[in-house]
């Protein structure tokens, strides 16, 4: 399965956070740096919309791991929060269109 991985060390911060995702993600030069760009650029990952680096192919996920999560909780919970709310949020998109979840979440 492929993966992203964010570095919840370095994430202080909405700036920061968007940067690793920017990073992590493969997001074009217009990335927006909001989480509705964040949203955008994730939703489509089994279509060719050039949005991301990832690519998936039918049923597969992308795994996002957050390493060093407890850093992230204790320094930005509202960007875990955020972003656990955004993974699900897109996963029901992907259900609306009939396909199966494209995003997981771990935190390490």
């Known amino acids: 399965m492929p993966s992203a991985s964010l570095n919840g060390e370095i994430i202080t911060g909405w ?3 968007h940067s690793e995702s920017a990073k992590a ?8 740096r909001n ?4 949203i955008d650029c994730l939703s489509y990952l089994r279509d060719e919309d050039g949005m991301s680096k990832f690519r998936l192919k039918e049923n597969e996920m992308l795994n ?11 320094h930005a919970a509202e960007i875990l929060e955020e972003l656990e709310f955004c993974i699900a949020a897109i996963n029901e998109r992907y259900d609306d269109y009939g396909e199966k979840p ?4 771990i935190l390490r």
């Open 25 to 32: 993600f493969g997001f074009p030069e217009f990335y927006g």
């Open 64 to 74: 996002i791991e957050v390493l060093h999560s407890e850093k992230l909780r204790q």
């Open 102 to 105: 494209a995003l997981k979440l």
């Open 35 to 38: 989480m509705n760009a964040w």
């Open 15 to 17: 700036d920061s956070f």
